[in-house]
């Protein structure tokens, strides 16, 4: 959706047709990556504190009891875990408009960057033709897709710690046996969360930097890695290579710059005048 032209402004301001420029590429932050991870901390530490406040001592209850009475058979039961089940919803809803807020602010950010950006290297005040607005069905999908995966991970979480009260229950494991296998499901999940926050920032940086550049009538880009020992083989082979938007690239399924997994590679925008 192209809502005004770049390259015409260009000539207006005297930048001669034919000739080419690279637009400096707007940056993920990595505080706004750092502050996502900490909301879905929060969230799993809350499961976690739940689960040792309420479903442990049930386990608890539960081995002392067979102890007492080994001809009867107390298992654990669904119910144990309804607190943690309503509590869940509870923290879902509050990681989830932390990271609206955080989603809304970038963009902010980004919008900001993307006009000094045009100013630095062009020379052109974009001011009176970029919107807010022009990002904004695109933020709203955003904050979707990113309330699904919070959703999914604490769903996730809760099936594990509910697998691991039964898996240990059946065996008659010990409280402790239980505490073990548990600390190993939240360090998953908090792995998880570690690469949720990276890939969706990526992503989104990624997604707004091709937005507002075929907004201004961009179509090619310049593939750029961050040049540092990180850069995986596939993508430092891309590196410098030119490729229009909509056009698959050399990386994993033909993907833009920022989109494939834990990619913080770049697309500088070219301007043609
Ligand atoms: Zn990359």
């Known amino acids: 959706m192209l809502h005004y032209s770049l390259a015409k402004l260009g000539r207006a301001a005297g930048r001669a047709k034919g000739t080419k420029a690279e637009l400096p590429p707007v940056q993920a932050r990595l505080a706004g990556e750092k502050e996502y991870y900490a909301a879905l901390r929060s969230m799993l530490a809350e499961m976690a504190r739940e689960t ?26 669904p119910n144990w875990f309804n607190r943690i089940g309503l509590l869940r919803m509870a923290l879902v809803r509050i990681a989830s408009n932390t990271v609206d807020r955080i989603l809304n602010l970038e963009g902010l950010r980004h919008t900001e960057n993307f006009m000094a950006a045009a100013k630095r290297a062009l020379g052109i005040d974009i001011r009176a033709v970029v919107r807010q607005e022009d990002i904004e069905d695109y933020v709203r999908e955003a ?59 990526g992503k989104f940086n990624s997604d707004l930097n091709r937005i507002r550049q075929t907004q201004a009538g961009v179509t090619s880009y310049v593939w750029s890695t961050s040049h540092d020992e990180r850069v995986r083989e596939r993508h430092r082979k891309l590196d410098g290579k030119t490729y229009k938007w909509g056009e698959a690239t050399g990386a994993e399924q033909g993907l833009p710059p920022g989109q494939p997994v834990q990619c913080r590679c770049i697309a500088r925008g070219v301007v043609e005048f």
């Not at 040792?52 to 039961?77: G, M, N």
């Not at 008659?172 to 239980?178: A, E, I």
């Not at 999940?189 to 690469?195: I, M, Q, T």
């Open 52 to 77: 040792r406040e309420s479903i442990i001592p049930l386990y608890q209850l539960e081995i002392e009891r067979k102890r007492a009475q080994p001809a009867v058979t107390v298992d654990a039961e």
């Open 143 to 201: 904050i979707a897709r990113n309330t699904s995966l919070i959703t999914g991970l604490s769903d996730d979480l809760q099936k594990r710690i509910e697998q691991a009260v039964y898996d240990n229950s059946i065996a008659g494991n010990s409280v402790k046996t239980l505490r073990k296998t548990l600390m190993d499901q939240f360090g998953i999940a908090d792995r998880r969360a570690k690469l949720i926050a990276r890939d969706q920032m």
